[in-house]
């Protein structure tokens, strides 16, 4: 017998908990616990019984297959929360030949049904883990939104390109060729352009999912670290007015309107003879170097001169600023000061303009995250796929260019079709298969 079971719902104690079945006539099998005949798309109110004795009050829900989750037969018992009762239910299912699901099993099941293509299997994942607005309107994009019929799209012109050169191939004699080539030209171009935009996305998306990294540099005691304390509204740093407090990276995250930031304090942009010193300078420029948003931190006590710029120009030419932002934060206007710069103004340490800097970074973000139509790359495996797309394309151009054959051309686009396949789960190994439900949880 092939039914699997887990319980579904958080490890822990809860009100209640889920004790899912998934397989061919679950339904049966709860049936011999439940003592009543369940019905399709019916929520059963039951009692639970291991023969004689009463184990629990339970509400099981039917889902007959194909219209299930899983497409299979499907059966969600609802019992009271105890760790007790939810261990007690699920060795009664064991016993009576269901299995205990592997991580991601009932998910890997509905994609092997055909019901999920893995793209949008790895966004259920995703879903799950998702604690932002902004990386769950990504998730659900990936399960059914743009993303979804962008892949879909592309897949299409793909074999609509394909079918062109194929066409031409079975008759070469005719005046067919220079029409479609053409048009197969335009097509790839588009394809190129798309991917193109997709690939680049990848930074943000990937910013968006784990949190958009915003580097705080500057020189020892500009107030990064009371700025990140600032922002975080809470002790998290060290702050002393001895120059060099900070060493190493400190690193926390925050959401705010829906955003995660991840800060990054980092040690004072100054050379030194002390190894450590050195290393949190290294290390301050690697941060900013793998930010979205870098802030440079100035104390407005010290005029705005040689060394600062001398810094920024220093962090630029150090950093691909194509994908990035710096703001210059003016720290410590509390204080006696000659100017007013333009930039950011704020009193780490009083407080003063921090909720406007903060409005900045969620600005930025936001636009950032809408580029490309808000359709973004936000998982690792779909950009290596994708970047294998856009190669493949490009010799497809090349080939065009060339003027070579439509049976040589073919060769290419195929093999873009493929790499897109990979993503969507039309060609894939077990391997991959395997290491992508690993991820998942036990009960989804
Ligand atoms: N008056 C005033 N003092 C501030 C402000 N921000 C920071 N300070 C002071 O400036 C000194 C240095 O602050 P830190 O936050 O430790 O500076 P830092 O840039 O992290 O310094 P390093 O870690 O040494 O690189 C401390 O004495 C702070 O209290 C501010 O907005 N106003
Ligand atoms: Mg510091």
Request: proline residues 3%; hydrophobic residues 40%.
């Amino acid at each position: 017998m092939n039914i699997i079971c887990a319980v579904s719902t958080a490890p822990g104690v809860g009100g209640i908990a889920v004790v899912r079945l998934s397989g061919r006539d679950a339904n049966v099998l709860a049936e011999r616990f439940l003592n009543r005949r369940l019905s399709p798309r019916m929520a059963t109110f039951c009692e639970l019984r291991d023969d004689d004795e009463l184990v629990d009050e339970v509400v099981a829900t039917f889902f007959e297959g194909p219209h299930s989750y899983t497409g299979e037969d499907v059966v969600e018992v609802s019992c009271h929360g105890s760790m007790f009762i939810q261990q007690r239910v699920l060795q009664l299912f064991i016993d009576a030949g269901a299995r205990l699901a592997e991580p991601g099993e009932f998910t890997q099941r509905a994609f092997m049904n055909g019901r999920l293509d893995l793209s949008q299997a790895e966004a259920v994942a995703d879903l799950v883990e998702s604690r932002s607005g902004l990386s769950h309107r990504l998730a659900i994009s990936q399960m059914r939104g743009g993303y979804a019929l962008e892949l879909e799209s592309l897949r299409q012109q793909l074999i609509d390109a394909t079918a062109l050169l194929e066409l031409e191939l079975d008759f070469s004699d005719e005046d067919l060729e220079f029409v479609s080539r053409d048009r197969v030209s335009h097509m790839v171009a588009d394809l190129k352009d798309r991917v193109g935009k997709l690939v680049d996305s990848f930074q943000m998306g990937n910013a968006v999912k784990h949190g958009i990294p915003v580097a705080i540099v500057g020189r020892p005691n500009a107030g990064k670290s009371s700025l990140l304390n600032a922002l975080l509204k809470e002790d998290r740093a060290i702050v002393s007015d001895i120059p060099g407090t900070t060493r190493d990276t400190i690193e926390e995250t925050m959401t705010i309107d829906g955003i995660t930031f991840r800060f990054i304090d980092t040690a004072g942009l100054r050379k030194s003879v002390d190894p450590i010193e050195d290393l949190g300078f290294k290390r301050a420029i690697k941060s900013a170097q793998q930010a979205s948003i870098i802030l440079y931190v100035h104390p407005v006590t010290v005029p705005f001169t040689e060394s600062a710029i001398g810094d920024i120009t220093y962090i630029t030419d150090q950093c691909d600023m194509r994908e990035k932002h710096l703001f210059v934060v003016h720290n410590k206007c509390d204080l006696p000061h000659e100017s007013n710069p333009s930039g950011h103004i704020v009193s780490a340490k009083e407080g003063i303009g921090i909720d406007s800097l903060m409005q900045s970074l969620v600005k930025v973000a936001r636009k950032d995250a809408s580029q490309n139509d808000g359709v973004l790359l936000t998982n690792a495996r779909h950009y290596e796929a994708m970047q294998r797309v856009l190669a493949a394309l490009g010799e497809v151009q090349k080939d065009l260019d060339a003027g070579l054959t439509p049976d040589l051309v073919v060769i290419n686009l195929r093999d873009a079709l493929y790499h897109l396949g990979t993503i969507t789960g039309k060609v894939t190994s077990d391997e991959v298969l395997s290491s992508i439900f690993s991820r998942f949880c036990v009960g989804k």
